[in-house]
T-cell receptor
Framework: DVKVTQSSRYLVKRTGEKVFLECVQD?????MFWYRQDPGLGLRLIYF???????EKGDIPEGYSVSREKKERFSLILESASTNQTSMYLC??????????????FGDGTRLSIL | AQKVTQAQTEISVVEKEDVTLDCVYE???????LFWYKQPPSGELVFLIR??????QNEISGRYSWNFQKSTSSFNFTITASQVVDSAVYFC???????????FGSGTQLTVLP
């Protein structure tokens, strides 16, 4: 079974801090994704990556950046955290092929609170 | 633009009742994929099904069934004889070549009462 592991289940940070959310998958998947989930809005794509050192913006990239130095690891970075970035963050991965065609495997999520 | 609408925000049923979760999608692509995911209270989204736009056959998997109708742009999900363990948020999603990503609906919170 694919395992997608997110480094923290709950995280509390302060406004202006630089925040790192880590995600690791163990199935050698090329595709990795970061979403945020907010009530009534479903999942919204922040960034995705189809290969090492490759990244593409999703629907809501503002205030975020990502890093993919190794195939199994995809990091989401909040450059200067703000209260409107309080949310549930979900990482996902999928097998080779176009990411939108493949079933994605999700981690448990990180509930991030920015005070 | 791609859009997925799950008009039912919350549904509550009593155990053993049948329940249908609605999903309506919009796209101009002729080739696309539709998905359903389940998110239990633990938080991890679990993949349930994928259907491509050229396959309108309905699918049944145990107590779960899916009805895909291109004529109404709908991909509805029915749970037969619901159980308490079915309580979760269910998401419908659309994948298209033009968007190159999945577009998720806002989700339906299903509560099955004992």
């Amino acid at each position: 079974d694919v395992k997608v592991t997110q480094s923290s289940r709950y995280l509390v940070k302060r406004t202006g801090e630089k925040v790192f959310l880590e995600c690791v998958q163990d199935m050698d998947h090329e595709n990795m994704f970061w979403y945020r989930q907010d009530p009534g809005l479903g999942l919204r794509l922040i960034y995705f990556s189809y290969d090492v050192k490759m990244k593409e913006k999703g629907d809501i990239p503002e205030g975020y950046s990502v890093s993919r130095e190794k195939k199994e690891r995809f990091s989401l970075i909040l450059e200067s955290a703000s209260t409107n970035q309080t949310s549930m963050y979900l990482c996902a991965s999928s097998p080779p092929g176009q990411g939108f065609l493949q079933p994605q495997h999700f981690g448990d999520g990180t509930r991030l609170s920015i005070l | 633009a791609q859009k997925v609408t799950q008009a039912q925000t919350e549904i509550s049923v009593v155990e053993k009742e049948d329940v249908t979760l609605d999903c309506v999608y919009e796209t101009r692509d002729t080739t696309y994929y539709l998905f359903w995911y389940k998110q239990p209270p633990s938080g991890e989204l679990v993949f349930l099904i994928r259907r491509n736009s050229f396959d309108e056959q309905n699918e049944i998997s145990g107590r779960y069934s899916w009805n895909f109708q291109k004529s109404t742009s709908s991909f509805n999900f029915t749970i037969t004889a619901s159980q308490v363990v079915d309580s979760a948020v269910y998401f419908c999603a659309l994948g298209t070549g033009s968007a190159r990503q999945l577009t998720f609906g806002s989700g339906t919170q299903l509560t099955v009462l004992p």
